[in-house]
């Protein structure tokens, strides 16, 4: 079975200061993983995505990742955080060797506050 | 393209009623996904499908929920009686292929209130 923790109900940091968002798997093969960002009143938007090679993965509006795969983690991180980023994140995992078709395991999500 | 379509965006029903949600996904994506949001859940993966037919309704809560897709461009989310804890966002997604890197791509959700 796959799953997806993300042990932060909240976050909060200031406009400027670098953000971090935790997240943590597990699978029982290789991951692929994503982070999903959700704005109030609308649906989640792709971010970025793990799928092999480069262990530090750059995606949309400056946000980045890495893939650690001894402590089984992917983190979402920005150095600069704009007020504009608050939202709430979701992480997300596949495993490359799960046959039950394209089923995605979503964390419980983590809500983001940059103030001013 | 617009995107996945939800409507309708709100819906405020009586228990006992039924409602149905509607989705038309992505022209040309193979996989059509519907998920329910709520606070004390999170995101709860019902069902999908796969060239219209359903692959997995074990996330149905129950008989009173139903999914069809009738075809590539259409899809419903049916449920009667409706119930005040049915209350929830429900969110329609879709995705091209089977890679499981693929990327899904959510609508902008209903937005579901049983009384």
């Known amino acids: 079975a796959q799953s997806v923790a993300q042990p932060e109900d909240q976050v909060n940091v200031a406009e400027g200061n670098p953000l971090t968002v935790k997240c943590t798997y597990s699978?029982?093969?290789?991951?692929?993983l994503f982070w999903y960002v959700q704005y109030p009143n609308r649906g989640l938007q792709f971010l970025l995505k793990?799928?092999?090679?480069?262990?530090l993965v750059k995606g949309s509006y400056g946000f980045e990742a890495e893939f650690n795969k001894s402590q089984t983690s992917f983190h979402l991180k920005k150095p600069s955080a704009l007020v504009s980023d608050s939202a709430l994140y979701f992480c997300?995992?596949?495993?490359?060797?799960?046959?039950?078709?394209?089923?995605?395991?979503f964390g419980g999500g983590t809500r983001l506050m940059v103030k001013p | 393209d617009a995107g996945v379509i939800q409507s309708p965006r709100h819906e405020v029903t009586e228990m006992g009623q039924e409602v149905t949600l509607r989705c038309k996904p992505i022209?040309?994506?193979?996989?059509l996904f519907w998920y329910r949001q709520t606070m004390m859940r999170g995101l709860e993966l019902l069902i999908y499908?796969?060239?219209?037919?359903?692959?997995?309704d074990s996330g149905m809560p129950e008989d009173r929920f139903s999914a069809k897709m009738p075809n590539a461009s259409f899809s419903t989310l049916k449920i009667q009686p409706s119930e005040p804890r049915d209350s929830a966002v429900y969110f329609c997604?879709?995705?091209?292929?089977?890679?499981?890197?693929?990327?899904?791509?959510f609508g902008a959700g209903s937005r579901l209130t049983v009384l």
């Open positions: 793990y799928i092999t090679g480069d262990n």
């Open positions: 499908f796969n060239n219209n037919v359903p692959i997995d």
């Open positions: 997300a995992v596949r495993d490359m060797n799960n046959n039950a078709g394209n089923m995605l395991t």
């Open positions: 022209s040309g994506h193979d996989y």
């Open positions: 699978v029982s093969g290789n991951p692929y």
């Open positions: 997604a879709s995705s091209l292929d089977s890679s499981g890197a693929n990327v899904l791509t």
